[in-house]
């Protein structure tokens, strides 16, 4: 299993930043990607971005994102980070970090922080 803890959540104005961190401890051997997902109060949770744990780091966004949340990702630290910029009220939300870990050839492992609340308000 791997397990993973959020931080950095907190508020912010609108406009403004925050960055967000997860790592990672217990079997993070044969993680393929690493991501972080919200949820608004009332709504589902919905992806952010995703990004490869592996290779050149693929990453992947919501629409809702692009352009002003960034997700990198630190091997040695077993870390994955999520830069959010130019912050908007409707990102307000608790974001959970997620990891998919390759099990056996044909099953995946699917592990989720606790979450960590973000809010943006004026």
């Known amino acids: 299993q791997v397990e993973l803890v959020e931080s950095g959540g907190g508020w912010a104005q609108p406009g403004g930043s925050l960055s967000l961190s997860c790592v990672a401890s217990g079997t993070i051997y044969s993680v393929l990607r690493m991501g972080w997902f919200r949820q608004a109060a009332g709504k589902q949770r919905e992806l952010v971005a995703t990004?490869?744990?592996?290779?050149?780091?693929?990453?992947n966004y919501a629409e809702s994102v692009k352009g002003r949340f960034t997700i990198s990702r630190d091997t040695a630290k077993n870390a994955a980070y999520l830069q959010m910029t130019s912050l908007k009220p409707e990102d307000t939300a608790v974001y959970y970090c997620?990891?998919?870990?390759?099990?056996?050839?044909?099953?995946?492992?699917?592990?989720w922080g606790q979450g960590t609340q973000v809010t943006v308000s004026s």
């Open positions: 990004i490869t744990y592996g290779g050149i780091g693929e990453t």
């Open positions: 997620h990891a998919e870990r390759v099990v056996t050839l044909n099953a995946m492992e699917n592990s």
